[in-house]
């Protein structure tokens, strides 16, 4: 299935159409898909998630509709996009907030030389916002206290055997995560095998059985958003954060309780890489509004401390 957005009342489904980014994302010329939405994939073998040679990126979602696939490229100017499954249309109607069509990046004001480069070399950013609560937090969850490299390879592991073929002519290997009931059935020994503790097994069952509650949450500004979440046993300011900065593309919601990231914002900001949270958001408080998108600046300058200690060692559950 593919669709035309145009700014009036109805959407004209055309097979073999192209969805024109809206005006509000100043034209699609300086729109960069791979920063737009290079925040969704989680790890380079992501199942969910695939960027092929021809530009496209996709997305095998599970949206209220059902499973979905989007491809989205550009082409002179323009975002094209098509959809598969029960979710297509959807996935159409959401693709312009997707794209950041919600986002307004002249809002943010550079207070720093760094921050003023950065973000001039990269003109084509923009805070995507999918509207879909669970995608985000789920693998936000298998992220708490372990390796991304851990995380992804559990994410990877439980979505490719629990999830569903990606509809459409997806890339080979592509699967749209479970539904939340289907989360909540998982035994025990699965989520051994996929190397995920208890307790984050725990939370991310808990989420899943209250599933269309969180999903309000898209709905909500950011602190409303996140304090709907942290409701939910097991998820807090950090896990929070990471998902609503996703799903309601909140330019505001600065992750706290990071490893890296206050250390990471105090060097850049400050030349001190033993800046806490709390520093880091005094650092931060210029950009009031804007404070994510000037960490994910911070992030993409390349601008972070030298290390000094061996990476943290994958643990490995299914072992024990």
């Not at 986002?103 to 879909?132: E, Q, S, Y």
């Not at 390796?147 to 390879?153: L, V």
């Not at 505001?252 to 890489?273: K, N």
């Amino acid at each position: 299935m593919a669709g035309r957005y145009a700014p009036r009342p109805t959407r004209t489904t055309v097979r073999g159409g192209h969805v024109p980014v809206p005006r509000s994302l100043d034209t699609a010329q300086d729109l960069d898909l791979g920063l737009t939405l290079g925040p969704l994939r989680r790890g380079p073998a992501d199942p969910t998630f695939r960027a092929t040679p021809d530009g496209s990126v996709w997305r095998a979602c599970r949206t209220p509709d059902g499973p979905g696939t989007l491809r989205v490229r550009m082409d002179g100017g323009r975002a094209e996009a098509e959809a598969w499954g029960e979710g297509a249309a959807w996935l159409l109607d959401g693709l312009p907030a997707l794209l950041g069509a919600g986002d307004d990046p002249a809002a943010f004001v550079p207070r720093h030389k760094l921050l003023l480069a950065t973000h001039r070399r990269r003109p084509g950013l923009r805070l995507t916002r999918t509207g879909l609560v669970l995608e985000s937090l789920i693998p936000s969850v298998l992220e708490q206290k372990v390796t991304t490299h851990e995380a992804y390879g559990s994410w990877r592991l439980l979505v490719r055997k629990y999830g569903e073929p990606a509809p459409g002519p997806a890339p080979e290997g592509m699967y749209a995560m479970p539904d939340a009931r289907t989360w909540t059935q998982i035994p025990s020994w699965e989520w051994h095998r996929a190397n995920v503790d208890g307790k984050r097994a725990a939370t991310i069952v808990r989420a899943a059985r209250v599933a269309a509650r969180l999903e309000e949450a898209a709905a909500m500004d950011g602190p409303a958003a996140r304090a709907r979440l942290e409701l939910v046993p097991g998820i807090g300011p950090w896990t929070s954060a990471e998902t609503i900065q996703r799903s309601n593309g909140a330019p505001d919601e600065v992750t706290t309780g990071d490893l890296h990231l206050p250390g990471i914002v105090g060097w850049a900001l400050a030349g001190d890489r033993t800046t806490d949270d709390e520093a880091m958001l005094d650092l931060l408080a210029p950009y009031a509004g804007q404070r994510h998108r000037a960490a994910r600046l911070i992030l993409l300058s390349g601008r972070v401390p030298p290390r000094r200690a061996p990476r943290m060692t994958p643990g490995n559950i299914t072992a024990l």
